[in-house]
């Protein structure tokens, strides 16, 4: 089964302070993607990045980068220089391949999420 | 990406009625999903909606207390069915087309008195 863990439940930093979001994960595949999802106090879900599998090098796009190491099974993302609207909850979600055939047929398992709060 | 609406954007109900939310995309896509996320909570997978087929339904959801339909490659409903108070959630709805990564609409907050 698959299994995404964010043992960081809630984080606070001041503006301007670099900060990392932990992700860990879990699955029997060998083949499947990752991403990170933000969602704003509005509620809607934001899409950031998506990984796949063998694809291990780090990306970087402005104040966002992300690591992935498949031999710890993490893939975590860094902000940096933080910014007050930076402040949401922030989702890592595992892809699950299902089904044969052509046509993509996944299931999204998000982990519980990482409130991250950003003071002026 | 493609651009997602639905409808409501929010409601409030009264236990024992049945709402129904629409999703509507501007783009033909392949899959499209529903998900609830309870207060303070994560993302659940309901169901897939399949075009011109029954959906298919996560194991704890159920089709009679959340029947769906998709007559089209743009278009869902989903309807949330005897609501109680444990209904009240946000319920998202995703589309996906070649690739795997999923794009949500802006969700409707769902309050049951």
């Known amino acids: 089964a698959q299994k995404v863990t964010q043992a960081q439940t809630e984080i606070s930093v001041v503006e301007k302070e670099d900060v990392t979001l932990d992700c860990v994960y879990e699955?029997?595949?060998?083949?499947?993607?990752l991403f990170w999802y933000k969602q704003p106090p509005s509620g809607e879900l934001v899409f950031l990045i998506r990984?796949?599998?063998?694809?291990?090098q780090n990306e970087i796009s402005g104040r966002y980068s992300w690591n992935f190491q498949k031999s710890t099974s993490s893939f975590n993302f860094t902000i940096t220089a933080s910014q007050v609207v930076d402040s949401a909850v922030y989702f890592c979600?595992?892809?699950?391949?299902?089904?044969?055939?052509?046509?993509?047929?996944?299931?999204?398992?998000f982990g519980k999420g990482t409130l991250l709060t950003v003071n002026p | 990406s493609a651009v997602i609406s639905q409808k409501p954007s929010r409601d409030i109900c009264q236990r024992g009625t049945s709402l129904t939310i629409q999703c509507q995309v501007d783009?033909?896509?392949?899959?499209m999903f529903w998900y609830r996320q309870q207060p303070g909570q994560s993302l659940t997978l309901i169901a897939t909606?399949?075009?011109?087929?029954?959906?298919?339904?996560e194991s704890g959801f159920v089709i009679d207390k959340f029947p769906i339909s998709r007559p089209n490659l743009t278009f869902s409903t989903l309807t949330v069915s005897n609501m109680s108070p444990e209904d009240s959630s946000i319920y998202l709805c995703?589309?996906?087309?070649?690739?795997?990564?999923?794009?949500f609409g802006p969700g409707t907050r769902l309050t049951v008195l």
């Open positions: 990984r796949n599998s063998f694809d291990e």
């Open positions: 979600a595992l892809s699950e391949a299902r089904g044969r055939g052509g046509g993509s047929n996944y299931k999204l398992t």
């Open positions: 699955t029997r595949d060998t083949t499947y993607y």
């Open positions: 995703s589309v996906a087309g070649s690739t795997d990564t999923q794009y």
């Open positions: 783009s033909q896509v392949t899959m």
């Open positions: 909606a399949n075009q011109g087929s029954e959906a298919t339904y």
